[in-house]
């Protein structure tokens, strides 16, 4: 494993080819002692296998492979009683030996009876790839067939096999977890270099080893800063992962990772502030994760390390599109500092940077520009449903002094006791109403200061309750419309105004589909995200085996 890590969860398919092997007889035909003709090439037989003749393998070693791969100890047994070399003796393709077999095919029994007949330099045998019978051992994940062979031999778990890994990193690799903590156990931890330790660090990571990786950053905190072959740190690693709900071990090594960094940077450049000695290093890759996972590490000790990074920075572009308008991208970003601003202490609130700059400060400059447009989204908003909100008033006020069916010689309505002309007047009264209130809303908009502070629910809230107004105003609109059809044509001539109100449908159907979107997204970025950015209470993770 010197000087290149074990490939990442992505490469983990190409590699389990590589560390679980497919493990084939050789064939019968194969004789290490004739020549094949020319025009044929060579078997694909192992170097080792040619000092045995064709006639001992078909007597010896073909039987002795199918037992081993079907647990059949007693063939076995009387197969090494007439020949024990056999038990050294490659009898695979890959020239594996019989132990290998037999811990490849999860035989327990098996290799427990195989070991008692080995000596201790038989098991550092190894095949054509340089796997131990450990190694295949530590990717099938039985912990008692290793345990069997690191009892006979216990340097078994420091010999390296393909790629230079060791049977810990091949196990980390597949994800035995059973089988990591085993070995953990059983290998010499000083035999392990920094580039090994950094390359199981990631990979027990990315797969989901979660508790292995917070183990080996208590007992080697240097590796929270460290890089792995492809310079990724840990935390590169872990903040590519989509976040699990209620995985307890996931929050724990979050947590370990950042305040293991947080003290080590500390350490390295105690000329800055921690905060900002931290977001340079790995900010850009905690921001890809979701909110609720940057909610858990605010609401844990850690939490100071994510303030520089809102206090001041724009958020990347993928991050503002999150949301729909400007207007409520600067809502996003003001509930960010909102959030860090209530946890941060006081001299790190009102500190000054080299430019004589407080984070508020900061703030407010890097967010001008973000602010112009939130404030020119909101009124090209604002201004356009003004004018339809204007001319639902008008014509609603115009129906409400033309009743359908006119008036009597005293003035009263005509059709006053009607059903239907109660739910014209109903509808015609809500509409003009709402739709006046929501004039009002866009108008209050249209005037409002535009400062930071409106942005996060005052201007957000104005436009939700003006497009509601707008949308209830619509509604009962061409509901009064169409009971005022319904009214002129009472007379056996209903099919007249059934077409009439499926068309008045349309424009309601259209509002809704066009406008319900921002609606949703005003409640949401308004409402909801609150919930987002407010700490949680840290939970106690059960301690690991050392």
Known sequence: MYGQPPPTQAAASSSRHDVALSISPLPESSSTTAVPPPSQPPPPLSANIRNSSREDFLKFGLPLYKAALEGNWASAGQILHQSPDWIRKPIAKGGERVLHIAAAAKRTHFVK????????????????????????????????????????????????????????????????????W????????????????????TSSINTNLFDVANHLLIKHPELALLRNGKEETALHTLARKPVRSGSYHEQSIWKT??????????????QQPLELQLVQRIWDEVIKQEEKKISFLIGSPWRLLFIAAKCGALAPSHRLNCVSGAALQMQRELLWFKAVEKVVSSEYAEAENNNHKTPRALFTEKHEGLRIKGEEWMKQTAQSCSV?????????????????????????????????????????????????????????????????HDFVKSLPLKLMLGLTG???????????????????????????????????????????????????????????????FQPTKPKLFPSYPT
């Open 113 to 180: 009876e195989l070991v008692k007949l080995m000596s201790r330099d038989d098991l550092t045998l190894s095949n054509d790839a340089k796997n131990t019978a450990l190694c295949l051992a530590a990717t099938s994940g039985v912990v008692e067939i290793a345990k069997v062979m690191v009892d006979k031999n216990d340097a078994l778990p420091i010999i390296r096999g393909s790629r230079d890994m060791t049977p810990l990193q091949m196990a980390v690799l597949l994800g035995r977890r059973d089988m990591v």
């Open 182 to 201: 085993y070995l953990i156990t059983v290998t010499d931890d000083d035999q392990l270099t920094d580039v090994d330790r950094i390359a199981i660090l």
């Open 257 to 270: 990772l950042v305040g293991l960094g947080g003290k080590l940077a500390q350490g390295k450049v105690p």
């Open 388 to 452: 339809v909100t204007t001319l639902i008033a008008t014509v609603v006020f115009a129906a409400a002094f033309t009743l359908p069916g006119g008036n009597d010689s005293k003035g009263a309505p005509m059709f006053v006791h009607r059903p239907l002309f109660i739910v014209f007047s109903i509808c015609n009264a809500l509409s003009l109403s709402s739709s006046s209130a929501s004039l009002l809303m866009f108008l209050s908009i249209l005037t409002s200061r535009y400062a930071e």
């Open 470 to 532: 707008m949308f209830i105003s619509i509604v009962t609109m061409m509901a009064a419309f169409t009971a005022t059809f319904f009214i002129t044509f009472r007379q056996g001539l209903y099919w007249i105004p059934i077409p009439i109100a499926l068309f008045a449908a349309v424009p309601v159907a259209l509002f809704a589909f066009q406008q319900y979107p921002l609606l949703l997204d005003i409640y949401q970025s308004t409402y909801r995200s609150w919930s987002l």
